[in-house]
């Protein structure tokens, strides 16, 4: 059975960081694209970032871009996401979620993805 299990999530002032952890178990973690997705408080689940299998390649929603940084250590079957600069409008529920697909660079379409972490809470304060 996958499990994807995120950590790090937490309150911080506006301008600070955090670094997201999401640790996988189930399958080979390395032959499949992650990514990250966020669900903000009414609205709708929207992506954030992804990673290729390799990690070699990585794409990034627009509101998000220069200040975030996703990774993966595929010997530690862990995907990690860099937060800096975080703003209010960055409090959500942050998912990680693995591709269905095998050996793919990456997929800002929540469709393509089959399994999702519980989730966990990020907060910035202004």
């Known amino acids: 059975q996958v499990q994807l299990v995120e950590s790090g999530g937490g309150l911080v002032q506006a301008g600070g960081s955090l670094r997201l952890s999401c640790v996988a178990s189930?399958?080979?973690?390395?032959?499949?694209?992650m990514g990250w997705f966020r669900q903000a408080p009414g609205k709708e689940r929207v992506f954030v970032a992804a990673?290729?299998?390799?990690?070699?390649?990585?794409h990034y929603a627009d509101s998000v871009k220069g200040r975030f940084t996703i990774s993966r250590d595929n010997a530690k079957n862990t995907m990690y996401l860099q937060m800096n600069s975080l703003k209010p409008e960055d409090t959500a529920v942050y998912y990680c979620?693995?591709?269905?697909?095998?050996?793919?660079?990456?997929?800002?379409?929540?469709?393509?993805?089959?399994?999702w972490g519980q989730g966990t809470q990020v907060t910035v304060s202004s």
């Open positions: 979620a693995s591709d269905r697909r095998t050996y793919s660079y990456y997929s800002a379409d929540a469709g393509l993805y089959d399994y």
């Open positions: 189930g399958r080979t973690f390395s032959r499949y694209a």
């Open positions: 990673v290729s299998w390799s990690g070699g390649t990585t």
